[in-house]
């Protein structure tokens, strides 16, 4: 497979393994504020009418208006409130169910200040906390009607009861996902995968990676590829995604070896082949140092828990 076959982002989404997104239609008018910290679920709000402010653990407080779609990937300590949020000791607000699956936030009269579509989705990934670690930690996408369209769709789904409604709810889910990642890009997210691809020159070290993870990369090898001095690449790829290069190509291998011990029967000597280890020993060690339990143990816990 080429390069240019390889798709990093999809590969990573699809490892996460997005479970089936709660979504709703939401109004609010007056001061309001709500938190959420839950570590193992993604959120995302496509804004109708009207604006609303969000906030996330280490990013600055961003304001939505209408068309805006927004993702945080993994929805611990993040807060969405009023434009002018209640004063800081006020207690949060409850939402209240309305008829027809709708909630209301703040004042439970009058026309909306807002009208939004939000969504939950759960990470079901048991590497969920690197994966997540290589997307923005916020993200903010304008004027995008096809992410609005797939919530839409994501939203229609959730409140059908037809076959198959869990499977397709989870591969939109993993649309919506992409999308909005890739759509994002160049537009100042902070560092990680998506800006890694935005980089022209990173972007094809990043691929050759997840193309040939069992190939002995070197730092010199890969800026070669990437057509830059050895110095500047590593200074680059750091700044850009995050990460040192082999940091990011060991946590990469390690996605994939508990991919595999989870999902199939294969010995441990042929997880170790397939993700570029030349011993079943040398994985062994890096794998319980990465992981804190040899493979053999990792995958009769995860047997057990099937």
Same mark, same amino acid.
């Given at each position: %497979?080429?390069p240019?076959?390889?798709?990093?982002?999809?590969? =990573?989404?699809?490892?996460?393994?997005?479970?089936?997104?709660?979504?709703?239609? =939401?109004?609010?008018?007056?001061?309001?504020?709500?938190?959420?910290?839950?570590?193992?679920?993604?959120? +995302?709000?496509?804004?109708?009418?009207?604006?609303?402010r969000?906030?996330?653990?280490?990013?600055?407080? &961003?304001?939505?208006?209408?068309?805006?779609?927004?993702?945080?990937?993994?929805?611990?300590d993040?807060?969405?409130?009023?434009?002018?949020?209640?004063p800081?000791?006020?207690?949060?607000?409850?939402?209240?169910?309305?008829?027809?699956g709708? +909630?209301?936030q703040?004042?439970?009269?009058?026309?909306?200040? =807002?009208?939004?579509? &939000?969504? +939950?989705?759960?990470?079901?990934? /048991?590497d969920a906390?690197?994966?997540?670690?290589?997307?923005?930690?916020?993200?903010?996408?304008?004027?995008?009607?096809?992410?609005?369209?797939?919530?839409?769709?994501?939203?229609?789904?959730?409140?059908?009861?037809?076959?198959?409604r869990?499977? &397709?709810?989870?591969?939109?889910l993993?649309?919506i996902? &992409?999308?909005?990642?890739?759509?994002?890009?160049g537009t100042?997210?902070?560092p990680?995968?998506?800006?890694?691809l935005?980089?022209?020159?990173?972007?094809?070290?990043?691929?050759r990676?997840?193309?040939?993870?069992t190939?002995?990369?070197t730092?010199?090898?890969?800026?070669?590829?990437?057509?830059?001095s050895?110095?500047?690449?590593?200074?680059?790829?750091?700044?850009t995604?995050?990460?040192a290069? %082999?940091? +990011?190509?060991?946590?990469?291998?390690m996605?994939?070896?508990?991919?595999?011990?989870?999902?199939?029967?294969?010995?441990?000597?042929?997880?170790?082949?397939?993700?570029?280890?030349?011993?079943?020993?040398?994985?062994?060690?890096?794998?319980?140092?990465?992981?804190g339990?040899? /493979?053999?143990?990792?995958?009769r816990?995860?047997?057990?828990?099937?």
């Amino acid at each position: %497979m080429s390069p240019e076959q390889v798709d990093p982002l999809a590969e =990573v989404v699809a490892l996460l393994a997005p479970g089936a997104p709660h979504t709703k239609l =939401v109004t609010a008018r007056g001061p309001w504020r709500v938190r959420r910290s839950a570590p193992d679920q993604l959120f +995302y709000c496509v804004v109708l009418d009207g604006s609303l402010r969000l906030s996330a653990a280490g990013h600055d407080p &961003i304001i939505l208006e209408k068309g805006d779609f927004a993702l945080v990937p993994s929805s611990s300590d993040f807060v969405a409130s009023s434009v002018v949020p209640p004063p800081k000791r006020a207690p949060d607000t409850m939402p209240m169910a309305l008829p027809g699956g709708e +909630y209301r936030q703040g004042l439970p009269g009058g026309e909306p200040d =807002v009208r939004m579509l &939000i969504g +939950y989705g759960v990470v079901q990934s /048991p590497d969920a906390s690197l994966l997540l670690s290589l997307l923005p930690r916020l993200l903010r996408v304008r004027g995008h009607e096809r992410l609005a369209t797939l919530v839409r769709l994501a939203t229609d789904e959730a409140r059908e009861r037809r076959p198959a409604r869990a499977e &397709i709810l989870s591969r939109l889910l993993e649309v919506i996902l &992409i999308e909005a990642l890739r759509s994002s890009a160049g537009t100042g997210a902070s560092p990680g995968l998506v800006r890694g691809l935005s980089d022209e020159r990173l972007a094809v070290a990043i691929r050759r990676m997840h193309e040939r993870p069992t190939h002995p990369w070197t730092v010199a090898e890969l800026a070669k590829k990437s057509g830059l001095s050895r110095s500047t690449f590593f200074e680059r790829f750091n700044r850009t995604v995050g990460v040192a290069p %082999m940091e +990011y190509l060991l946590g990469w291998r390690m996605a994939l070896a508990k991919d595999l011990l989870r999902k199939s029967t294969v010995t441990v000597a042929e997880v170790a082949d397939r993700v570029g280890y030349g011993s079943a020993s040398t994985f062994s060690v890096t794998f319980t140092r990465h992981v804190g339990m040899p /493979p053999a143990q990792y995958a009769r816990s995860h047997a057990a828990a099937g």
